[in-house]
C-alpha cells in the first residue's frame, strides 16, 4: 500500500526548534519530487516546500525561507522538514505529499498530517 | 490573502452541474498548468485534476477542469451529496518560485 506517515509535531516555544518526519511506503521514494503543505485548523492550504527526487533542487515559500528547511534521505525513505525559529504563525497541521510520477507539483498521495503548535 | 482567487462558497442540489472559479494571473496560471485538490472533512486534500484537465485515475468523470488565460474552472456535473467538501485550485508560480494555491470553496449540497 501506497503510504506517507508524518510524525514529530508537537507544542514548542517560538524561537525553538523541531523536526518533522515523514516515512513513505509502498513505493520507489527516490524517484518522486515531494512536498510539504500546511493547514491552520478551518483555514486553507498552504504551500511549504518542495524537494526534487535527487535532492538537489528544493525551494520553499518565502514565508518560511531561511527557518523551515525540507530534505530527504532516499535510503531511509524518508522525508524531513527541519522547522528552526519556530514562530506562532507556524502553528497548522504539516502534511507530506507526494508529486505524480509525471509532475513536480501534482500531489496525489498525501500523509495524515502532524499538528505544530507554537506557543509559550 | 491568497494568490489564486477562488469563491469562498458554492452551492447546488442533487443532479446539477456546479461550477468553481480560480483566477490567477500570468505568473501562475497564465504559464502554467492548474491543479485541483478536494478536501473532505476531516481529511486529508485529495488530487482531483491535474494538468488542468487530466483526472487521475479513480476519479469519477462527473469532475472536469478547464482553463483559459489566467482564469481555471472546476465543474461537478451529477452533484452528489458525497461531493460536500472544500475544493482548492493550485498552481506553479514562476515569480514566486513556488506552488500558490486558492482560498478554498466550500461546496454545499443542498
Known amino acids: 500500500e501506497v503510504q506517507l506517515v508524518e510524525s514529530g509535531g508537537g507544542l514548542v516555544q517560538p524561537g525553538g526548534s523541531l523536526r518533522l518526519y515523514c516515512a513513505a511506503s509502498g513505493f520507489t521514494f527516490s524517484s518522486y519530487w515531494m512536498h510539504w503543505v500546511r493547514q491552520v485548523p478551518g483555514k486553507g492550504l498552504v504551500w511549504v516546500s518542495r524537494i526534487s527526487s535527487d535532492e538537489r533542487i528544493s525551494s520553499h515559500a518565502d514565508s518560511v525561507k531561511g527557518r523551515l528547511t525540507i530534505s530527504r534521505d532516499n535510503a531511509k525513505n524518508t522525508l524531513y522538514l527541519q522547522m528552526d525559529s519556530l514562530k506562532v504563525e507556524d502553528t497548522a497541521v504539516y502534511y507530506c505529499?507526494?508529486?505524480?510520477?509525471?509532475?513536480?507539483?501534482?500531489?496525489?498521495?498525501w500523509g495524515q498530517g502532524t499538528m505544530v503548535t507554537v506557543s509559550s | 490573502q491568497s494568490v489564486l482567487t477562488q469563491p469562498p462558497s458554492a452551492s447546488g442540489t442533487p443532479g446539477q452541474r456546479v461550477t468553481i472559479s480560480c483566477s490567477g494571473s500570468s505568473s501562475n496560471i497564465g504559464s502554467n498548468s492548474v491543479i485541483w485538490y478536494q478536501q473532505l472533512p476531516g481529511a486529508a486534500p485529495k488530487l482531483l485534476i491535474y494538468r488542468s484537465n487530466q483526472r487521475p485515475s479513480g476519479v469519477p468523470d462527473r469532475f472536469s477542469g478547464s482553463k483559459s488565460g489566467t482564469s481555471a474552472s472546476l465543474a461537478i456535473s451529477g452533484l452528489q451529496s458525497a461531493d460536500e467538501a472544500d475544493y482548492y485550485c493550485?498552481?506553479?508560480?514562476?515569480?514566486?518560485?513556488?506552488?500558490?494555491f486558492g482560498g478554498g470553496t466550500k461546496l454545499t449540497v443542498l
Open positions: 505529499a507526494r508529486a505524480t510520477s509525471d509532475t513536480r507539483n501534482s500531489l496525489d498521495v
Open positions: 493550485a498552481a506553479w508560480d514562476d515569480s514566486l518560485n513556488g506552488v500558490v
